[in-house]
């Protein structure tokens, strides 16, 4: 029987260091950077469907959830490209899309042929719908954002630029599930658990 070594690659998510090219007080690997942006980009698009009213009968947003916990898996082969680095010219921008797409399909082929219809409208940026694809760079983004409020939190002016690009790519979105996430979700994010935690028991208290 054959070997299949789709997750075994993907679990080396875990030793690909994220921010190579700045001091972190908080280490974030790609694997947990996975995971924190498959649960923002999921509740982005429950706002667009819930709140906001706007639902698709083209995804889902457990499909957005699924896409965005595969957003970053080529970089198991690249390792992650700095975004200063990565956007420095149009040509190593474009000479790192070529590489990206490549660590794609070279990923995507250590699945079973019989798993790469599914996979590939998750892993394949071709292949993946636009607005999916555009929900998941929004929770990308708010990703970053808070990664960079929370080195700023700890200290580290080492973000500090960082931090007031990312906040304004944010508002040039333009995106109103990216503003309710903002002004509903992220002020609790600095919160100590002491504060979280007495602030779960008022709540009940209340009721």
Known sequence: MATFRFFALLDRLRWIKRWGLKRNVIEENVMEHSWQVATIA?????IRFHVLKQPSHEYTPEQVATTALY??????ITGDMPTPIKYHS???RKAYQTIEDEA?????????????????HHML???IHPEVAKLVKYAD????FLKC??????????????AKVIESDIREMNSPEVDYFMSNFVESYQLTIDELLSQHDSLIAQS
């Open 42 to 46: 999921h509740t982005l698009a429950e």
């Open 149 to 162: 409020q929370g080195e700023l939190q700890a200290g580290n002016a080492e973000f500090k630029q960082a």
């Open 104 to 120: 794609e399909h070279e990923l995507f082929n250590q699945l079973p042929e019989s798993l790469q219809p599914s996979f590939k």
């Open 141 to 144: 983004k708010i990703s970053a």
């Open 125 to 127: 940026h071709k292949h």
């Open 90 to 92: 149009t040509t190593i």
């Open 71 to 76: 957003h970053d898996c080529s970089e198991v």
